[in-house]
T-cell receptor, first 112, second 114 residues
Framework: AQSVTQLGSHVSVSEGALVLLRCNYS??????LFWYVQYPNQGLQLLLK??????LVKGINGFEAEFKKSETSFHLTKPSAHMSDAAEYFC??????????FGTGTSLTVIP | NAGVTQTPKFQVLKTGQSMTLQCAQD?????MSWYRQDPGMGLRLIHY???????DQGEVPNGYNVSRSTTEDFPLRLLSAAPSQTSVYFC?????????????FGPGTRLTVL
């Protein structure tokens, strides 16, 4: 069975500081991993995905994530936070049947 | 392409009423799904479909019915609404198979059951 744990339901960073959002997964098979972003009153948009190619995955808006099998982690990072990054971020794991399992989300606040 | 569309955007129901949330996609995706989003619980899968005529239950299917008569449409029916079904509902679609295809989400329907 697959599951995802996102540590920290709320994260605050100063503008220009490093963003680090944590995600750990549980999967009995090599996983497909995703990060989605949700802006207020909108649906989810894909930031990036890991599908067993390169372990460092680059996404949109300067975000990237590194797949670490030994740590069962897929943390999301961005070197320098921007005010427009304020949103809710969801980590998800998918199985080969296309069923997605989402984490509970992390709300990112960027302080000017 | 319009992508994934959902109607209505907002809905208020009284306990016991029924309604259908509409979802349509124009990307010829085989896989479609319904999620509900509740504070502190992320998105939970209600029902999904891997193609026309095929549906299956997700994590929280009770109180909801679905059907898939065409590739494009995947309506979600609430037969007798309950306050516990107050939530934001998202429809999503993706290409067939693999699990490595991203899901495209609609804008959501915000449902309140009084």
């Amino acid at each position: 069975a697959q599951s995802v744990t996102q540590l920290g339901s709320h994260v605050s960073v100063s503008e220009g500081a490093l963003v680090l959002l944590r995600c750990n997964y549980s999967s009995s098979v090599p996983p497909y991993l995703f990060w989605y972003v949700q802006y207020p009153n909108q649906g989810l948009q894909l930031l990036l995905k890991y599908t067993s190619a390169a372990t460092l995955v680059k996404g949109i808006n300067g975000f990237e994530a590194e797949f670490k099998k030994s740590e069962t982690s897929f943390h999301l990072t961005k070197p320098s936070a921007h005010m427009s990054d304020a949103a809710e971020y969801f980590c998800a794991v998918a199985n080969t049947g296309n069923q997605f399992y989402f984490g509970t989300g992390t709300s990112l606040t960027v302080i000017p | 392409n319009a992508g994934v569309t959902q109607t209505p955007k907002f809905q208020v129901l009284k306990t016991g009423q029924s309604m259908t949330l509409q979802c349509a996609q124009d990307m010829n995706h085989e896989y479609m799904s319904w999620y509900r989003q509740d504070p502190g619980m992320g998105l939970r899968l209600i029902h999904y479909s891997v193609g026309a005529g095929i549906t299956d239950q997700g994590e929280v299917p009770n109180g909801y019915n679905v059907s898939r008569s065409t590739t494009e449409d995947f309506p979600l029916r609430l037969l007798s609404a309950a306050p516990s079904q107050t939530s934001v509902y998202f429809c999503a679609s993706s290409s067939t198979s693999g699990g490595y295809n991203e899901q495209f989400f609609g804008p959501g329907t915000r449902l309140t059951v009084l």
